[in-house]
């Protein structure tokens, strides 16, 4: 079997995507890998389509130029809004993300699924899909939930701002009997310990990303490029914004200190 030790670049408009960056991590732990929070555009789920898919190329040259040999859209705006354009642009493996509502449909016992998700997420066609295809076996509840990404940006996983949002958008959820929820924003896992308590312990919680994670293995695998078992794993985190609060937020998220260095121009700027 060929390997290769190329690193696989990971993005996302902010600090979210780090939920999948830390799957990845788990499960390919010989792999270099490159993250760039795209955080001086942030947040995505309030801009247009179009800016969304030139900063998504933007950032896919950027890793390219660092000899990426995968791409990761680890945000679900920019999965919606871009994956189809990167695909005909760029011939490497690039695995996308998009809420898990078929594993939800599954796995209901009340019939009842809710989806917590960003507004441009909600309104793509991409989603439209999803749901049309899943959602016929269940009924499918969605909860745009403005604000509730921010606080994640903020490293705000367990305050009073996070607790009032998550009150309001899980409320009509549960009125309605949802016992299996649906992360539709790479920012949410992080709130799980929240959610969890809030929902009640008998509400299921899907996470898309170790599915992400497998995904992407298995494109290696087909491909031939996983890093060999012997390598040593690395990574390095990029931002187009200013580094001091992201820093500080990897650092929490992650339970370590990273060093974040800035995108250079002309990635920094695009769009």
């Known amino acids: 079997m060929s390997h290769n030790q190329n690193p696989i670049g990971i993005f996302d408009s902010g600090v979210g995507g780090l939920s999948v960056f830390r799957q990845i991590r788990a499960d390919l732990p010989h792999e270099r890998l490159l993250y760039v929070a795209d955080s001086g555009h942030a ?4 801009k247009a389509a179009e800016f969304i898919v030139r900063r998504s190329i933007a950032i896919s040259e950027f890793l390219l130029e660092q000899g990426a040999k995968a791409i990761v ?34 796995l209901t016992h009340s019939g009842v699924v ?20 899943h959602g016929q076996r269940a ?10 990404a921010d606080c994640v940006e903020y490293g705000d996983l367990t305050g009073a701002r996070p607790r009032a949002l998550l009150e309001q958008y899980l409320a009509p959820l549960l009125a309605c009997g949802v016992d299996t929820l649906v992360l539709g924003c790479t920012h949410y896992p992080f709130l799980i310990p929240l959610i969890q308590q809030l929902a009640g312990p008998e509400v299921a919680i899907l996470d898309p990303s170790p599915a992400v994670a497998r995904q992407l293995r ?10 060999d078992d012997a390598a040593v794993g690395g990574e390095r985190f990029f931002t187009s914004g200013p580094s ?21 121009e002309p990635f920094h700027s695009v769009g």
């Open 73 to 106: 859209v680890a945000c679900n705006t920019a999965t919606a809004a871009a994956i189809a354009r990167l695909r005909q642009r760029f011939s490497l493996p690039i695995v996308g993300i998009e809420p898990a509502i078929k594993p939800a449909v599954a």
């Open 139 to 148: 009924r499918v509840l969605v909860q745009p939930c403005p604000g509730l």
């Open 244 to 264: 001091e609060r992201p820093t500080r937020v990897i650092h929490h998220v992650l339970g370590r200190p990273v060093r974040l260095e800035t995108l250079p």
């Open 218 to 227: 298995r494109r290696l695998d087909a491909a031939g490029l996983r890093a």
């Open 43 to 46: 947040p995505y789920g309030n």
């Open 114 to 133: 809710g989806i917590l998700a960003t507004g441009n997420t909600v309104r793509s066609d991409k989603f439209a899909a999803l749901l049309n295809q």
